[in-house]
């Protein structure tokens, strides 16, 4: 009996990866654009998978009642939070990512925002387009070397970003509660609190998943406490940042600048206010991206989902589900 991948949403220009993997198996893969709760819902209901690859849409609780038979629901990225991890685990299902594919990636893009935001790269770049050829309009610039660079987690991608970043110079420390103080000595990295963090960066690159603890982690307090030369730098999740606060802050001179690859909405409207600032740097969520963790990112999680189709454990799941 034919069984089918139900890819809910995507961004690419054809699913040739994801065919050719189940090519030779009795599997299908069904593509839909699915945007929203109801459209998932709508989509599984009428194709009735058993499983469902997802990018950005939500996979909800209903989706999931929608399909009685359905046993995986595969994320393509690190971020679990379209998921509704709770649900899948009482439903039996197992819900599967990719957390290593953009290791290297993800670490480059932050340390070309640190550089881009400490050096006022795009900046200078619009003032010479205006005819402005003058390297004072964007001082102050400081030396990287001997700066505290502050990381917010310290999962894969932080841990690959301390390397890059102390190559030039930049001194690490991190918080995360999750991860013990010794580990981090590991990297050569001092484990500090929260406060601390915010009081002792210089630069700050946000490295946390979105959850209900870290979102708005990064707000008006938080921007009041940080020194007023410091910036910051996002590559996780939008909402882990108060964009309008961030505003706020850049305005009033409590912070020096930001560099952003993800916003809590995107992509953001045109009008959007950090648009109208010079000391922002801003990415279309591309931090992930190369020519190969595309490729990678594709194959592991429809590989993962078809051992579960063949009854086999997936190699990355994020609950306990037993297949």
């Known amino acids: 009996m034919t069984q089918s991948i139900l890819v809910s949403d995507n961004d690419f220009p054809d699913l040739s990866v994801e065919r050719e993997l189940v090519s030779d198996v009795d599997v299908e893969i069904i593509e839909a654009q699915a945007h929203d709760e109801r459209e998932v819902v709508e989509a599984v209901s009428d194709a009735e998978p058993d499983a469902i690859l997802g990018q950005y849409a939500p996979i909800t609780r209903e989706a999931m ?15 679990v939070d379209t998921i509704d991890i709770e649900a899948a685990t009482e439903h039996g299902v ?4 990719v957390p290593d594919y953009c290791v290297d990636e993800v670490p480059t893009h932050a340390m070309a925002l640190i550089l881009s935001v400490e050096r006022r790269t795009a900046f200078y770049t ?19 070397r001997g700066r505290t660079l502050g990381l917010a987690g310290f999962g894969k991608l ?24 010794t580990d981090m000595a590991e ?36 921007f009041t406490t940080m020194d007023n030369d410091a910036t910051i730098i996002n590559t996780s999740r939008g909402p882990v940042i108060d964009v309008t606060a961030l505003y706020d802050a850049i305005v009033d001179g409590e912070l020096r600048g930001a560099g952003l690859d993800v916003m809590p909405e995107e992509p953001p409207t045109e009008e959007h206010p950090l648009f109208s600032l010079d000391e922002t740097v801003m990415t279309p969520h591309v931090a992930w991206h190369s020519e190969e963790s ?15 189709l063949r009854d086999d454990s997936p190699e990355n799941p994020v609950n306990d589900v037993t297949v």
């Open 158 to 181: 932080p841990r690959h970003l301390v390397e890059k970043a102390t190559a030039f110079g930049l001194d690490p420390i991190a918080y995360d509660p999750y991860v013990d103080a």
């Open 94 to 97: 197992v819900a599967i990512n």
């Open 65 to 79: 009642e929608a399909v009685p038979d359905l046993r995986a629901i595969g994320r393509y990225g690190i971020g």
């Open 187 to 222: 990297y050569g990295v001092e484990k500090v609190s929260f406060q601390e963090l915010l009081e002792q960066s210089d630069v700050i690159s946000v490295h946390t998943p979105l959850t209900d603890e870290t979102r708005n982690l990064f707000g008006a307090d938080a």
């Open 294 to 308: 595309f490729v990678q990112l594709r194959r592991t999680i429809c590989e993962d989902l078809l051992r579960v």
């Open 126 to 144: 619009d003032e010479i387009a205006s005819g402005n050829w003058d390297f004072k309009s964007g001082q102050p610039i400081y030396r990287l």
